[in-house]
């Protein structure tokens, strides 16, 4: 069955980058994303990639996909405290599935 | 657009009562999930339905659990009864095209809490 994994928690500081992993054991995805849950609210599709890239670029997301080590990854640069928020990956393999979600917290 | 819509926002209930929880997917949207999210289990798939007709229903819990989307605008996850561990935060989600292929639209849940 697949597998993600992601860490659990992320500690930056306002203005330095963040970067969320996310690894994998088996995907079948035309695409791969990440999404964002903020309190209270429904997750929101944040970004995602094209399984045959490898980097894709959207303004101070950049998103870095390794297919030969199954990893995928999130960078925000100049992070603010509204990026403050649970990320989810997310790819299809039989079903759409959710990696167990990174909280990002940004203090001052 | 109104985005996904989901009712209630909160719901308390005892346990053995019986709860609906309701979606509207967006508009032309031809595919509807529900998800269930808990602090142990992260986020669940229980069903998805794509043209109405429900394709994967291998996420649902039990028998006490059952969906319908009886047409392309509404479609409901029944708990009867509801149980203690049944508390979480439900999902719907919606999007144009079959699993993978168009990203998934999330209504902002239902959070139920049974006693």
């Known amino acids: 069955g697949e597998d993600v994994e992601q860490s659990l928690f992320l500690s930056v500081r306002e203005g330095d980058s963040s970067v969320i992993n996310c690894t994998y054991t088996d995907s079948s995805s035309t695409y791969l994303y990440w999404y964002k849950q903020e309190p209270g609210a429904g997750l929101q599709l944040l970004t995602y990639i094209f399984s045959n890239m490898d980097m894709k670029q959207d303004q101070r997301l950049t998103v870095l996909l390794n297919k030969k080590d199954k990893h995928l990854s999130l960078r925000i640069a100049d992070t603010q405290t509204g990026d403050s928020a649970i990320y989810f990956c997310?790819?299809?393999?039989?079903?759409?599935?959710f990696g167990t979600g990174t909280r990002l917290q940004v203090t001052l | 657009d109104a985005g996904v819509i989901q009712s209630p926002r909160h719901e308390v209930t005892e346990m053995g009562q019986e709860v609906t929880l309701r979606c509207k997917p967006i508009?032309?949207?031809?595919?509807l999930f529900w998800y269930r999210q808990t602090m142990m289990r992260g986020l669940e798939l229980l069903i998805y339905f794509n043209n109405n007709v429900p394709i994967d229903d291998s996420g649902m819990p039990e028998d006490r659990f059952s969906a319908k989307m009886p047409n392309a605008s509404f479609s409901t996850l029944k708990i009867q009864p509801s149980e203690p561990r049944d508390s979480a935060v439900y999902f719907c989600?919606?999007?144009?095209?079959?699993?993978?292929?168009?990203?998934?639209?999330f209504g902002n849940g239902t959070r139920l809490t049974v006693t």
């Open positions: 508009s032309g949207h031809n595919s």
């Open positions: 989600a919606s999007s144009s095209w079959t699993v993978g292929d168009s990203p998934l639209h």
């Open positions: 997310a790819f299809t393999a039989s079903k759409l599935t």
